[in-house]
């Protein structure tokens, strides 16, 4: 079978909904200049966000601070504010706030999401600062019996020539760092013959992604478009100016999967 991949030209033109995507969890970061007292804010902020996250929640971090002849713990709250049904959620902490789907509405909707909670966090907390903003998507790629997975996506985001002639390959582990127009691009892939359905550092989050537990071949396509402010240009804490960076991070992290997977995952797998 001859696999085709798009050309550049129809990678900017060809953008449509997919109908059985294999995103299993979206996430939009943004961080802001440290406001050590965020607890006191969070009534309100939960007061105009539980018509939609009724439920909370409050989770603790620990980190190990060595010192010239010291060492010290250090402990980070966390406060989620979740959906009924645990499908979206809303996580905020001293510096970001970060919101989580499992059933991506598309990035119009999910935008629109994100855009009132922030709006929320700036007319409460007026932080000072935007330091980082952020958008990822998690995929998770089984190919059918009569499949294999190098039919979806570019042969680069699997193994190595060299590793069949060698023996069972258990997993192949990639990260690639790209400087974009807008900001950095990261894209993961972890595969092989497993049940891991997203990557370890996302860690436990406040909402329900569905694990795939079933050993089999697959692979996690993890895609990090994020944007740093530079030290010496302090960018002001501004919803619309936030708004404007995620759509340009969005249409960038789109490009990456129309780029890495191949017509027959998106016109016959997935369509």
């Known amino acids: 079978m001859n696999i085709t991949h798009p050309k550049q030209e129809d990678i900017m033109t060809d953008y449509r909904e997919l109908s059985r995507p ?4 979206a996430l939009a970061e943004f961080k802001f200049s440290k406001v050590m007292n965020i607890e ?68 119009d909707v999910f935008s629109e999401a994100c855009k009132r909670v922030l709006s929320v966090l700036h007319d409460v907390v007026q932080p000072a600062l935007l330091t980082r903003v952020g958008i990822r998507y998690s995929n998770l790629m089984h190919a059918e019996p009569s499949q294999r997975i190098a039919e979806l996506v570019s ?29 950095q691009l990261s894209v993961r892939t972890l595969y092989g013959v497993n049940n891991v359905t997203i990557l370890a550092d996302i860690g436990k989050i406040p909402a329900r992604v ?33 708004m404007q960076t995620l759509s340009n991070l969005h249409d960038g992290a789109r490009k990456a999967f129309w780029t890495i997977t191949t017509d027959i995952a998106r016109n016959e797998k997935w369509a």
């Open 155 to 183: 042969s680069d985001a699997l193994l190595p020539d060299f590793a069949d002639k060698l023996g069972a390959t258990l997993h192949q582990n990639n990260e690639t760092l790209i400087k974009t127009q807008h900001g």
């Open 22 to 25: 294999p995103l299993k969890l």
């Open 40 to 107: 006191s804010y969070l009534p309100a902020i939960q007061e105009q966000l539980r018509d939609t996250y009724p439920l909370a929640d409050e989770r603790s971090d620990h980190t190990v601070k060595i010192l010239p002849g010291d060492v010290k713990m250090q402990e980070h709250s966390r406060w989620a504010f979740i959906a009924t049904d645990h499908k979206s959620s809303v996580e905020i902490s001293e510096n970001a706030i970060i919101c989580y789907c499992v059933e991506y509405p598309g990035f």
């Open 210 to 242: 569905a694990l795939d537990t079933t050993v089999s071949e697959r692979l996690i396509l993890d895609i990090d478009h994020f944007w740093q402010h530079d030290d010496n240009e302090p960018q002001p804490f501004e919803v619309e100016q936030a």
